[in-house]
Structures are given as C-alpha cells and as structure tokens.
C-alpha cells in the first residue's frame, strides 16, 4: 500500500478529507509516507471521529465502538509516543494496530466456528486461509471497522453453535455498536431458538400431556428470544438516542469552539452541525428520528435501485465477481438439501436420529449461514453502492470463505490426501489435517495448502485457479482502489 500510495498520485475524489490542523513533525511525515494509503475514503471518518467526536451530520453514520478503541488504544498504549506524534498519528499507527490483531482473531474465530458447523477441521482451516488473502483483506488492515465487526460476529456465531447463548449475545450486541447491518444478526438466535422448539414438537408430538409444559417451553423460548434481540439492538437504539440529544435536543448546540478549518469545511461542503440558533435537521421531526437512515438517504443516495445508473457500470463490475460467487454457494446448497430448504431446516432428519450428521459445505447446519449470506447480498446488491459489496459480506458472513474452501476441496486432487477428516472431537495435529506434501518422506508434513497450490500452479484445474485468482488478484485491484483516489471510483 505504501509503494501504490506513492507511485499512483491521487484524483480530486469529492471524499471526506478534513483539513490537518497541527503542523506535522517529521515522524508524522515517515508515519504517513508508510501508511497513509490506509487511511483514505471512509477511513478518515472514523479517524476524525476517534479525534474530535461526532461533529458532522453525517459521522452518525459511523457506529462508535470503533472509533472509541482507536482513540483507547492511542490514548492508553501509544501514549510514550505522545511527544513524537500528534494524535491523529497515533490515531493511524493504533488502528492498523488493532485491525491486525482483530484479523488474526477473527481468522482463528471463523476456523473454531467452521470446525463446529462442517464438522470437517480441513476444510474449516482451508477457509480461514482464504480468510487471510480475501479481497476485503485491505479493510482489515485500514482503518475500518470490518476487522472488529468480523470478529465479533464469527466469535459470537462460534458461541451460539456451542451453546454458549448469552456470551453470544454479549458478542452480537457489540458487533452491532460496530456496524448497523449487525442487527440482522438477530435472525441467528430466532432461528435457534425457533429450531430447538420445532424439534422438541417433533418429538412430543401425540402426547396430550405434554402439551402444558410445552406451552411453558414456548414462553420461555418467546421470552429468551426477545431478551437477546433486544440486546443487540439495544446499542443502535443508544447510538440513535445520543444522535437525537447532540443534534435536535433543546441544548443542542456547539458544545466548545469548533476550529475555523473545520467550520470552512462544513460551509463549503455542506456537512450539517449540531443545531444552532434553534434550527434542527429535517430528520428531527420524524415520528421515529432515525438519524442511520436520513444519511443514507440524503448524504449518498442509498435505496433500492438508486444506484442502477450507466455510469455505475464499473462499479457493477467489481461488485459481479462476489455476487456470482456467493449466488453460485447458494444455487450449490439448494440444489444439494432441497427439501431441507423448503422445510427450512425445521425437520427432523433420520441421519440427526441416527446420530450421524452430514458434513462439509452441504451439511444441515449451513442453512441459516445460506439464507443470511443470501439476505446480505440482495441487499446489498439492490439497495447499497454495489462498490462495498466485497468486504460487507467479507466480513459478514463464513460463506464465501466456506464455499470456496469447498470447491477447493471437492474439486482440487493436489488437496487430496489418504484419509478423511470430517469429525472435530479428537484432537489431531495439523500434519493430519493438511496431508503430507509431495515428495515428502513419508512422516506426515503439514503445509499451508494455498501454498502449495501456488507452488504447483500449472498442476491445478482451472477452477482452482478461477477461485484462487478471485482471492488473488482481487486482493490485490482492492490494495490499489482504497490506497488511491482514482477518477472513476
């Protein structure tokens, strides 16, 4: 990023760009010089929410979690730095910081969590590779909230698959203080909870004398399940709160002098204020004053088919190759579990009577990692700057990197080894889990397999390497669209 920041000069992009108000000393330059291209397009927002609050409308479109750990991070690890960087530095140094380490925790999340759904440790650990070089793998290193909501939600998906409901909660409630699309979120717990119950029926059913207890049970499932939903939603409900109080209140106002830069940039670029001289924003006077929705609504035009424009066409373009990917995981699992789909999954099966689920991509317990990856990318598609499509289901949702991981799998001899490896109770190095590598001596080698898919290039199939290629050089045409302001983005 350093070297495509340097060479590539950057457009005039109509971005968030607030001007730098302390003279910058010459670590500040070195720092920007080494990673400035991480802290371009939204990046800049919660940087300059992290330094100075909420000040502009349209920050409130960036949920605070975030912003608040980089400003902790900086304030409370960084602070020997404090006399060679000014904050907005340390404030950069503390965000690639802790996007790294989120990365590495949110990978190791979605292995433990692919361990536990698949029920095949190989091609959980292929995943969580495919992790590491996704196309949304700049996001997780720039400034951006994607690598904390990742793991988040792979760690709280983790402890749901587990039983752990009210850690779970915990962890979805605070990945949606840092992103809004985490209220979906909630879906996971009313399909679980509405599973276990429809199950339970299954097994009672014709016993009249168990009807009372299982009244009793539906309460209590209705009660648990509305408890936990309205956690989650409960730091979007705040957020939304202190928005309504700094900018409609009847004190709302500049709390302390707001710097003349600042001021100038609001004037020449239209970015509202907290409410001065009595005069509130439109959104204000709504019946619910949802402060999320009016700016995307007003700021960047967010809404179904708005953005279906011919000059959005290469926008399009790099949206396509994750919808057809993530279009071709569903269209594989419906067409694999079709009855398992039209039941949505409610049904007992024999094999869950027989103790011997399915295993891999195609298993049961992928349904409602399906239908929310499927939510997402309707949505998103239909509803949202095609642009983001990438690194909003990247960090959302297993399914890519599970689907992928399958196709590698199912499809690739290279990954193929003697054994099978489709249960997760008995602990087994990883030399089992990868296979023995050619030409190896015989006593079990482990290796990374995208290495040795790289390594053996000519050797793999064609759909090895269309999926590879997707990570690869995706990966890298992201690198250069977030590093630099290019005309047509």
Same mark, same amino acid.
């Given at each position: 990023?350093?070297?495509?920041?340097?060479?590539?000069?950057?457009? &005039?992009?109509? %971005?968030?760009? =607030?001007?730098?108000?302390?003279?910058?000393?010459?670590?500040? /330059? *070195? @720092?920007?010089?080494? $990673?400035?291209?991480?802290?371009?397009?939204?990046?800049?927002?919660?940087?300059?929410?992290?330094?100075?609050?909420?000040?502009?409308?349209?920050?409130?479109?960036?949920?605070?979690?975030?912003?608040?750990?980089?400003?902790?991070? &900086?304030?409370? %690890?960084?602070? =020997?730095?404090?006399?060679?960087?000014?904050?907005?530095?340390? /404030? *950069? @140094?503390?965000?690639? $910081?802790?996007?790294?380490?989120?990365?590495?925790?949110?990978?190791?999340?979605?292995?433990?969590?692919?361990?536990?759904?698949?029920?095949?440790?190989?091609?959980?650990?292929?995943?969580?590779?495919?992790?590491?070089?996704?196309? &949304?793998?700049?996001?997780?290193?720039?400034?951006?909230?994607?690598?904390?909501?990742?793991?988040?939600?792979?760690?709280?998906?983790?402890?749901?698959?587990?039983?752990?409901?009210?850690?779970?909660?915990?962890?979805?409630?605070?990945?949606?203080?840092?992103?809004?699309?985490?209220?979906?979120?909630?879906?996971?717990?009313?399909?679980?909870?509405?599973?276990?119950? &429809?199950?339970?029926?299954?097994?009672?059913?014709?016993?009249?004398?168990?009807?009372?207890?299982?009244?009793?049970?539906?309460?209590?499932?209705?009660?648990?399940?509305?408890?936990?939903?309205?956690?989650?939603?409960?730091?979007?409900?705040?957020?939304?709160?202190?928005?309504?109080?700094?900018?409609?209140?009847?004190?709302?106002?500049?709390?302390?002098?707001?710097?003349?830069?600042?001021?100038?940039?609001?004037?020449?670029?239209?970015?509202?204020?907290?409410?001065?001289?009595?005069?509130?924003?439109?959104?204000?006077?709504?019946?619910?004053?949802?402060?999320?929705?009016?700016?995307?609504?007003?700021?960047?035009?967010?809404?179904?088919?708005?953005?279906?424009?011919?000059?959005?066409?290469?926008?399009?373009?790099?949206?396509?190759?994750?919808?057809?990917?993530?279009?071709?995981?569903?269209?594989?699992?419906?067409?694999?579990?079709?009855?398992?789909?039209?039941?949505?999954?409610?049904?007992?099966?024999?094999?869950?009577?027989?103790?011997?689920?399915?295993?891999?991509?195609?298993?049961?317990?992928?349904?409602?990692?399906?239908?929310?990856?499927?939510?997402?990318?309707?949505?998103?598609?239909?509803?949202?700057?095609?642009?983001?499509?990438?690194?909003?289901?990247?960090?959302?949702?297993?399914?890519?990197?599970?689907?992928?991981?399958?196709?590698?799998?199912?499809?690739?001899?290279?990954?193929?080894?003697?054994?099978?490896?489709?249960?997760?109770?008995?602990?087994?190095?990883?030399?089992?889990?990868?296979?023995?590598?050619?030409?190896?001596?015989?006593?079990?080698?482990?290796?990374?397999?995208?290495?040795?898919?790289?390594?053996?290039?000519?050797?793999?199939?064609?759909?090895?390497?269309?999926?590879?290629?997707?990570?690869?050089?995706?990966?890298?045409?992201?690198?250069?669209?977030?590093?630099?302001?290019?005309?047509?983005?």
């Amino acid at each position: 990023q350093a070297l495509f920041n340097l060479l590539i000069p950057d457009h &005039a992009a109509d %971005a968030f760009y =607030p001007p730098r108000l302390s003279e910058p000393g010459l670590w500040d /330059l *070195l @720092l920007e010089r080494l $990673l400035g291209g991480l802290s371009h397009w939204d990046a800049e927002h919660f940087l300059f929410i992290a330094e100075r609050g909420y000040l502009y409308e349209h920050n409130c479109a960036f949920f605070p979690l975030y912003p608040l750990s980089v400003r902790a991070a &900086a304030e409370a %690890a960084l602070w =020997p730095l404090q006399r060679l960087l000014r904050l907005r530095s340390r /404030l *950069l @140094l503390s965000a690639v $910081l802790l996007n790294s380490l989120f990365s590495v925790l949110a990978a190791a999340a979605l292995y433990k969590l692919g361990c536990v759904v698949l029920q095949c440790r190989r091609v959980a650990f292929l995943a969580a590779l495919l992790f590491s070089i996704s196309p &949304a793998n700049v996001f997780m290193a720039a400034a951006y909230s994607e690598s904390m909501f990742a793991f988040l939600a792979f760690s709280a998906m983790w402890q749901l698959e587990k039983g752990q409901s009210w850690l779970s909660g915990l962890l979805f409630s605070l990945a949606s203080g840092v992103r809004a699309n985490g209220l979906i979120n909630a879906g996971f717990f009313l399909y679980s909870r509405g599973k276990c119950f &429809a199950l339970q029926l299954q097994v009672g059913s014709g016993s009249v004398r168990k009807l009372p207890p299982v009244w009793k049970q539906l309460l209590s499932v209705a009660s648990s399940a509305i408890l936990m939903c309205a956690g989650i939603f409960l730091p979007f409900v705040l957020f939304q709160y202190y928005a309504y109080v700094r900018f409609c209140g009847p004190g709302a106002g500049l709390e302390q002098a707001v710097p003349e830069p600042l001021l100038q940039l609001a004037l020449d670029k239209g970015y509202r204020l907290p409410a001065v001289n009595g005069v509130k924003p439109p959104w204000c006077s709504q019946r619910f004053p949802v402060v999320y929705s009016y700016i995307q609504d007003a700021y960047w035009n967010v809404g179904f088919l708005r953005y279906f424009e011919l000059r959005q066409i290469p926008n399009f373009l790099l949206a396509l190759p994750v919808t057809l990917l993530g279009s071709w995981a569903a269209w594989t699992y419906i067409i694999a579990n079709p009855r398992h789909c039209v039941t949505l999954g409610l049904e007992r099966r024999k094999s869950e009577e027989e103790g011997k689920p399915r295993a891999g991509f195609c298993c049961p317990a992928v349904f409602v990692y399906v239908v929310h990856a499927t939510v997402l990318l309707a949505f998103g598609f239909f509803c949202m700057h095609v642009q983001v499509l990438t690194r909003f289901l990247g960090s959302s949702s297993p399914i890519l990197y599970w689907f992928s991981a399958h196709l590698l799998q199912e499809h690739e001899p290279l990954l193929r080894s003697e054994g099978t490896d489709t249960q997760t109770v008995a602990p087994r190095s990883e030399k089992s889990l990868l296979g023995k590598s050619p030409g190896s001596s015989g006593k079990g080698t482990s290796e990374n397999p995208v290495m040795k898919l790289l390594r053996n290039w000519r050797l793999i199939t064609p759909l090895s390497k269309c999926v590879l290629g997707f990570f690869l050089s995706y990966w890298l045409l992201g690198l250069i669209l977030h590093c630099n302001f290019l005309p047509w983005t």
